[in-house]
């Protein structure tokens, strides 16, 4: 990311306001304290000439009534129009100081954006937590959604995907290694379509699949193939598997399997989640398809097994 995107993006814009408070503070300070400044020299008053002489001896004339102050005695610095902190000339000179500062100091942006980041995704991960206690039978034992594996199972997984998403691609092989060396873990696969038309055709043939008992190998198949998923490629993987497809053409336009799409988009949103993939395996949630994410299913379900699921619904 360059210098100008991380400035002008909204997490950027948000970063820049404490570098520009810190910078401006530390100015004004110096400002306030520094006995040299122009401002702290035009507030003091500058001493008549004779003011020795006449504090020498006592003056020979009655003490004139008190006058205007004389041309010799500076004006109070003018208050910046507006009810500003700084003049037009300390806001430029503050403008040229935080410029210098983010053209020489880069990583600052980047070393915040990270600090900003891990605070967003704490709170969020408490947040989620709640919501998965709240909503964790539609969650953890769901009425229409595909489960695979063991039926049974000690740790549930829970995985919304779109068959559009390169990254759910990616992520699969990780899933089914798991499910092949794992016979107790119960995997529950949210069709959460948000990518395009076709991934919501392609979850519709893969939910009608489900009712001949061809989920999984339909679910495979399309996560194996390459090229976009459209209700043709979706009804063209169907037919390879030997499916009815006149049922399939009518399953998937059946009232039940849209209300189980219906259904996973509102769960998602009560829970917090917009993207794909998204694991929760038991209480840990996993956002996306790290390189590691074979460890970290493995390190999840290994914990769920030693240390329980706070939120899982029994």
């Known amino acids: 990311m360059s210098l100008i995107n991380a400035i002008t993006s909204p997490k ?11 910078v401006g503070g530390t100015l004004f300070i110096g400002q306030k304290v520094d006995p040299a400044a122009p401002q ?36 109070a610095p003018e208050k910046p129009a507006g009810g500003s902190t700084f003049s037009a000339d300390q806001r430029k000179e503050l403008h040229s100081i935080i410029k210098e500062f983010l053209l020489n100091n880069p990583d600052v942006l980047f070393d915040a954006q990270a600090v900003l980041d891990a605070r967003m995704e704490k709170i969020q991960s408490e947040r989620m937590a709640v919501a998965m206690k709240e909503f964790a039978g539609e969650l953890y034992r769901p009425t229409g959604s595909p489960i695979v594996g063991n039926v049974m199972g000690d740790v549930p997984i829970v995985e919304f995907f779109d068959y559009n998403c390169g990254f759910c691609k990616k992520a699969f ?3 089914a290694k798991l499910m092949e060396k794992d ?34 190998e339909f679910h495979r198949a399309m996560l194996e193939v390459q090229g976009q998923a459209t209700e043709a490629s979706a009804l063209r993987t169907a037919e390879k598997l030997g499916l009815d497809m006149p049922r399939i053409k ?3 336009a059946s009232a039940e399997v849209k209300k189980e799409i219906e259904d996973t988009r509102k769960l998602a949103a009560k829970i917090g989640i917009q ?10 949630v996993i956002a996306g398809a790290p390189e590691n994410l074979g460890e970290m299913l493995d390190k999840h379900v290994s914990d769920v097994r030693k240390e ?3 939120v899982c619904a029994n």
Do not use: N
Request: aromatic fraction near 4%; hydrophobic fraction near 45%; glycine fraction near 6%.
């Open 12 to 22: 950027g814009a948000v970063l820049l306001v404490p570098a520009i408070l810190l």
């Open 40 to 75: 702290a020299r035009a507030a003091a008053p500058v001493a008549a000439p004779s003011q020795a002489a006449t504090t020498a001896s006592p003056p020979t004339q009655p003490a004139a009534a008190p006058s205007a102050p004389s041309q010799s005695t500076a004006a």
């Open 173 to 175: 092989p990780d899933v």
């Open 183 to 216: 016979k107790k873990v119960r995997v529950i696969l949210k069709e959460f379509p948000i990518l395009s038309k076709g991934s919501e055709e392609a979850s519709r043939v893969a939910l009608a699949a489900k009712m001949q008992g061809k989920y999984w």
């Open 250 to 252: 009518k399953d998937m």
């Open 275 to 284: 993207g794909t993939p998204h694991f929760i395996v038991g209480d840990r």
């Open 308 to 310: 329980g699921c706070k």
